[in-house]
């Protein structure tokens, strides 16, 4: 490493762990000079989700115009560049592998660092990105594609697991239900769209484990969906779509607070794709509002995939584990590393 690490490194951030295509250099750890995303949808649209080969084969063709893109954006030359973070699970084999590869290139060739950052890890510092002086310990409810954590961050690389899903993921849920009820992709947000024409209270469709513990169940929840809409084929999509959104925020927004009042959370805090939801942004600032904490909602395009938060992870990556060796691999089943 050339330059010690501070406030004037510059990381440049890789994420292809599923369909988007991205690339950000952020300085200081919080300071986002570019923020470029690719998505794929359009490709996959067709498909009504993500198909590995073509995610793979895309990220290839883009990955080096989005770095390039990048680097023009943020304005500085690419020998200001200190250090390449790329994502390195979980995700799909395929698609990390080309980020992955990208990355350790780039650190090569410009002899700086590479550092591995895992994709869930970067989920939970979207929100310190955004408000480094968020206080620890932080809750922190990550909600993705793949995943239902209720996290408390007690400080940097170091995270107690408080819940999860024993089932399906929160985001899995909300493209199940979507591509039930022919809503189309990407189906979160035709879901998120959808619902604000419906009636939230128009079916109550249960809301699994709510008054049990920290952990959470979405697969009874779609299953009631599907069997409501069999038993009444005429019922508006609109209210579906309004009636399981609201079954799913009630549940989240519920554990969340009870996970922040157990561990005594100065801060609670959302990430993950599912975290642009807008009834769960709405419904969890007035929860936190309830209960005088402090709730920190990251902007929409900072809960999604993206490489800014991949490069502030790796720039706290390189303050307190150092950087990464250039055999390490792509991991598509890389666990959230927890306090035990
Ligand atoms: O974090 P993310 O972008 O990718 C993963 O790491 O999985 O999360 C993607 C998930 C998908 O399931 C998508 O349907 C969901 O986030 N999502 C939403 C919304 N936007 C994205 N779910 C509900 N409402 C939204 N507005
Ligand atoms: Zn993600």
New binding site residues.
Partial sequence: MSRPIGPDTIVLGIET??D?TAAALVMGGTDVLSSVVSSQVDLHAQFGGVVPEIASRAHLDLIMPVVARAVVEAGVDDRRIDAVAATVGP?LIGALLVGVSAAKALALVWDVPFVAVN?LEA?LYAALLEDPDLELPLVVLL?????TLLISMEGHGRYRLLGQTIDD????A??KV?RYLGLGY????A??RDALQGDPHASDFPRPMLNDGLDFSFSGLKTAVVNHVRKHPDVSTADVAASF?QAVVDVLVTKARRAAREVGAKALAIG???A???L?REQLLDACEEDGLRGFLPS?SM???NAAMIASTGWYRLQHAGPSALDTGAYPNLRLPLLT
């Fill in positions: 762990s599923c988007e995700g994709h989920h909600v993705s594609g793949g995943h993921a929160a985001g899995e909300f493209d979507a990407p189906s979160g947000p879901i998120d959104q993950g794709g599912v642009a939801n807008s769960l929409r809960c999604t995939d």
